[in-house]
């Protein structure tokens, strides 16, 4: 029942779609079981496809090759998703060129996408270019009686953002590289907050709330902004409500966490996975102890470790299905009995597989 | 290098006791291990700058820190060649595949100062060759 979409059913599904027979596609959305009036709301998210330019109309085949994967993918569920969601880091050097290169591949998705901001859309023009394509930075909407919510939890400091280097050009390299000590932790901002209590003023306690951003919402490793540094004071506006979830990029990786009524889930990058910071020798990281690491990723298929996800939301709580493209996929999805997210396969130590053990 | 340490022990044995075999100093090991450190410094300048290869990726963008290039293992057996390799045969797959690049010589400078930058990243860690 978890094996909702398998690498071979999308592929069918596509086989399927192309001879025009799109009622017989082997995908069938298995509603779980609602208690109550609410509709689930399921819906697509696709991240960090870092977009990279080489110059004039040539880009890095392989970043370009993950997102249109993706995208291709995510048009063949049936039924229609409610919405599509981009979690940020479209581009790598926030250049007009790698914006304009994605939102193409991205405006081929069916139905309503809603983006996220990642600091390499970001740091080059302070998010101008990413705005005129897509909107605000921060904003909320509700589904099928769902709160959602939007933030850019990007943002640093004044100083380092407008101070510290002589050009857009260099402060968007200094960001944009993950382990550059140069770099600045990133944060929602005390605006940004002061709006966001203001948005969940009108919300009842009881309204699932799924907040996406493109930091992780916790404090994970600093050497690597897998880190919001106002995360502790985001965290105290949601946890008033029954049920939070927090659905983030930035990670290239599967992780997922529990704090208090939050749980926090990771999504998958388009583009290329990146190691477990417990995996770097020389620093302490905080990788949430929930979270099973994924497969270590094979340098030989160059889609490895990389993919997409279907995410459905009932009775309030998040369920991530990992569209892994060269592993059998992943399903990460709220225990009640736990109180936490669980992998629906992986969780139980006795039935990992030897390429789960990281080192 | 040699020739100086040779006519250090000359000049030792004219004045003094007879030349020890390998006779140094603390100011030895600190030049030593600069000029280590420096070729270690520009192994990470290689690594972050995106020059390497023909498309401007660098190894930091899926390699923070070198992270996940387990230099502690090798040599070891590579299913996708066949046979047991070393470190710089897989470094010249990454310069050649995702960077698009041209690979080095086995003792290319380039190489050379990769591959201490990798082992710096990793110090500490205990040698288990073969191990994946």
Redesign the interface.
Known sequence: MTKLITRRSVMAAGAAGLAGTVSTLPISMVQLAFAGTREDVRFTYISDSHIQQIKGASFVRNWDMGLKRAVAEANLIQPEVDFVMFGGDLAQLGKREELDHGAEMLSALKGKLHAVMGEHDYYLDLGEYWSKLYGPQWYSFDVKGVHFVVLNSILTTDEWTFHRWPSAEQRMQEMAGLDNPNGSPFMVGEKQRKWLADDLEKVSKDTPVVVFSHSPLQKIYKGWNFWTDDAEQVQALLAPFKSVNVIYGHVHQIQYNQIGNIAFNSVMATAWPWPYPSTYAQAESHLPVLTVPMNRADPFFERDATGWQLVDVNSGRVTARYQLWDNDQRVVGFDPAAGHPVDKSYQDPMRRKATQAHY | MRISMTALALGLGLVAAPALADEFKGTDVQRWQAEYESVAKKGRELW?SGALG????AC??????A??T?PETYPKFQK?FGKVTQLWEMVN??IK??LQGQALAADDPKMTAILSYVAY?????KLEPG?H
């Open positions: 972050t023909t498309n401007g990726v930091a963008q899926c390699h923070p820190n992270a996940n387990h996708q797959w990454c595949n995702p990243e990793r110090r500490g860690v191990k």
